[in-house]
């Protein structure tokens, strides 16, 4: 029974093909025909090429398979001359069926622009959508046809590293980001040479790691999933992402590369994804560890009627599905179920009719870090950075100011691209030091710490030992004292941060902290400039220092971004996307948490706290502050109940009431006070960034519909319960005014 079930499903899927594109679908199924088992079985083959190795480990003679017809993509491998010499090698096999380039263009290619976390502080899809199109430009240029992003995994615990690839911790948020990444990389049709094939990723649920130690077990409830880690991945298939990665991690016990749920039932027969799905580096192998399977025969079986149709530099596929074509473990049904959807992925990027997809040098020399995109490059760099304290207006520096640059950070080419920058070069990344002596002359400058005195970090992340701390610090506090102010700059190294980067103390590194504490103790006024992958904690910082700046990782223009914000040329706007806790005692902590049955009361014992540090966060989501000051008044909403068909429209007053023109993004949050399955206290659902000139003051107004107040009811149906809301508008999810309306039936 359940063969004929998936023969017809089989058979369905195979007419839909014919129905969408009758050209192509002949094209392919031709082809098939011709294809032996190994040619078939090489199109499920993703090698890494020597260029650059983002895993455990890779094989040598990719070369050779290649000419054997025995590996369908490559990745780690870019410029127009190298993608040509191993697409020429294709192009000697028998049916030259062209490669797959893919690699990891995550936050820029060349042009690198702020780490995601970063950028998605801007609160500025268009932006977001423009830097994902500037990399696809590149990308393409350089010879790429396939990202792996965007990466979309929602988290709420900062000692994971890879929270610097994602969007932090609202699901909504994540939505918008995701559509608008695939916009970006995708554009409105593949076959334009200059599009990249965007590969949605961790599928999933990766950001809910245990204790935020990366590739640890993940465990939630169905509810969970769908309510607040799923949507990202399904908006990106929504939005017609060509390419679907899987996590390393399992789900409901069964790790997401051989999870049949995850990978059949709901992202192609509930969502209805018609791309690829490629696993995550040797991630089939790797369900043996898992405890799931006993060998690679069996983890290849398991993945392939899983619905996992690449095999990421495991080389199971390649070495295990003929034998168990051979012993029926599997169908050729599911083997050419897979190659299709490959081929098709090809034939839409137009690799058919050109392989080399127009990637040349010049193309490349036009396009690869060009004025404008640095340009775009510096623009988002500022707008991702986010002003966490500004004591008596310390900044913006004034002219004639006498200032002193500090800190490990100060002069850190590598760093200002972070991490996951692929090809980017960070020869070419401004950094501070550069910005401030080409703006200010000459510059006071000290490094004053290593990075870290933990040697054994420092030998892990192959951060050279720049020397004695104590005699730095001395070296610093002298030049600290000839100054007016002291620029900071401090944080992590970016390969603090990232893949295989967890860190269970988040603070800056005690060698720094030692540099920060000698500086102030000078009395001179600080202006702390954090680089970082991840939120901090920052208590000390927060109440000794009188102005700090998160820059992030910032990128290629990251030294003259984070100059022209000191200097006012651009007033910050920037709002962070995931909290900053206070200790790593509270983690997970984030905004859009439940009520408890025993709420925070401070005059009771009984009730939900700690005896040693508050509830909530020292930097609240969605909280960044300005040179300039809003204030918020006048929440109105036009009605007290809507009906399901209605909108309620809510209007607030924002006025400019600073000394500086600003940008602020304005947010609105709702709460469902009372469901059938306890609601968040709080979830953005929209915002609006607005420009103010000071003294200036605008009605900003927002429609809430019943599509903004559904969610998955005890019987998991999306449905919006009539009831009593809460909306509040602010300037983040902390501050804000509050009213009230009623869902009719
Ligand atoms: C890495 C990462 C994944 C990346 C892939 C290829 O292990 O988990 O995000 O796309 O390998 O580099």
Redesign the pocket.
């Known amino acids: 029974m359940k063969l004929l079930a998936q023969c017809a499903l089989l058979f369905l899927s195979l007419q839909l093909h014919a129905q969408q594109d009758p050209q192509r679908h002949r094209f392919i199924t031709t082809l098939m025909q011709r294809m032996t088992i190994g040619e078939k079985i090489g199109q499920l083959n993703l090698l890494t090429s020597d260029m650059d190795v983002?895993?455990p480990f890779m094989k040598e003679n990719y070369k050779q398979d290649i000419l054997n017809g025995a590996c369908g993509a490559i990745?780690?491998a870019y410029t127009p001359q190298y993608t040509r010499k191993l697409q020429d090698m294709a192009m000697q096999t028998r049916l030259k069926i062209p490669l797959l380039f893919g690699y990891?263009v995550i936050h820029g290619h060349k042009t690198i622009f702020p780490i995601p976390l970063g950028e998605a502080c801007t609160w500025d899809l268009a932006l977001l959508e423009k830097s994902a199109r500037i990399a696809a430009e590149e990308a393409s240029a350089d010879g790429l046809h396939w990202t792996?992003s965007p990466?979309v995994d929602i988290a709420r615990d900062p000692r994971w590293g890879r929270v610097a690839e994602g969007v932090g911790e609202d699901t909504w948020y994540g939505v918008q980001v995701a559509k608008a990444k695939v916009r970006g990389y995708q554009g409105t049709d593949l076959s334009t040479p200059n599009t990249l094939l965007a590969c949605v990723?961790?599928f999933a649920l990766y950001g809910a790691i245990e204790a935020g130690r990366d590739y640890n077990t993940v465990d939630m409830s169905r509810r969970q999933m769908y309510q607040f880690y799923l949507p990202p991945y399904k908006a990106a298939v929504e939005a017609g992402v060509g390419t679907v990665?899987t996590s390393?991690n399992e789900v409901d016990g069964i790790p997401a590369t051989g999870n049949h749920w995850l990978m059949t039932e709901l992202l192609r027969e509930e969502w209805g994804f018609k791309g690829f799905v490629v696993t995550?580096?040797t991630a089939i192998n790797e369900m043996i560890p898992h405890g799931i399977v006993k060998n690679e025969y069996e983890a290849g079986a398991l993945a392939l009627k899983a619905g996992v149709d690449m095999d990421?530099q495991g080389s199971v596929y390649a070495t295990q599905l003929k034998k168990l074509l051979d012993d029926k473990k599997i169908t050729l049904q599911d083997i050419d179920q897979a190659v299709y959807r490959v081929l098709e992925a090809k034939y839409k990027l137009g690799l058919f009719k050109d392989p080399y997809r127009g990637a040349d040098s010049a193309r490349a020399k036009k396009v690869i870090m060009s004025t404008t995109n640095l340009q775009a490059a510096r623009e988002i760099a500022q707008r991702s950075f986010v002003l966490l304290k500004n004591e008596q207006q310390l900044l913006p520096l004034r002219k004639g100011t006498k200032i002193a640059l500090i800190g490990p950070l100060a002069n850190a080419q590598r760093d200002m691209i972070g991490n996951w920058s692929a090809a980017g070069d960070y020869k070419q990344a401004s950094t501070l030091l550069e910005a401030l002596k080409s703006r200010l002359g000459d510059i006071d400058y000290a490094p004053g710490a290593n990075l870290s005195d933990d040697r054994g970090l420092l030998k892990k992340l192959n951060i050279t030992d720049t020397g004695r701390s104590e005699d730095m610090r001395k070296e610093a506090v002298e030049t600290a004292r000839k100054a007016d102010v002291v620029i900071l700059a401090l944080g992590e190294s970016q390969g603090m941060s990232g893949?295989a980067a967890s860190r269970s103390d988040i603070g800056l590194p005690a060698s720094q902290r030692a540099l920060l504490e000698a500086v102030y103790n000078t009395g001179k006024p600080v202006v702390l400039v954090l680089m970082n992958g991840r939120p901090l904690t920052l208590e000390w910082e927060d109440a000794h220092i009188p102005a700090i700046l998160e820059t992030w990782f910032p990128g290629t223009q990251g030294g003259y971004a984070i100059a022209d914000v000191l200097f006012g040329d651009y007033n910050p706007a920037g709002k962070i996307t995931m909290s900053f806790p206070r200790n790593t005692g509270q983690i997970p902590i984030y905004y859009n948490h439940k009520n408890t049955g025993r709420p925070l009361d401070p005059n009771n014992k009984y009730t939900s706290k700690y005896l040693d540090v508050s509830n909530e966060p020292l930097y609240p989501f969605g909280y960044g502050l300005s040179y300039t000051k809003f204030t918020y008044n006048n929440l109105q909403l036009d009605k007290k109940n809507i009906r399901p068909q209605e909108k309620l429209r809510v209007s607030v007053t924002v006025e400019n009431a600073g000394d500086y023109d600003g940008e602020e993004v304005v947010q609105l949050y709702i709460q469902d006070v009372t469901a059938s399955v306890n609601r968040p206290v709080k979830e953005l659902r929209n915002f609006r960034k607005i420009m103010l000139k000071k003294g200036e003051r605008r009605e900003v107004t927002f429609d809430i519909s019943v599509n903004d107040l559904k969610f998955y009811d005890k019987n998991m149906k999306y449905v919006a319960e009539p009831g009593a809301f809460k909306v509040f508008v602010g300037t983040n999810s902390r501050d804000v005014l509050e009213g009230e309306f009623s869902l009719l039936p």
């Open positions: 983002t895993g990745f780690n990891d792996f990466m990723k961790h990665m390393f995550d580096y990421m893949e």
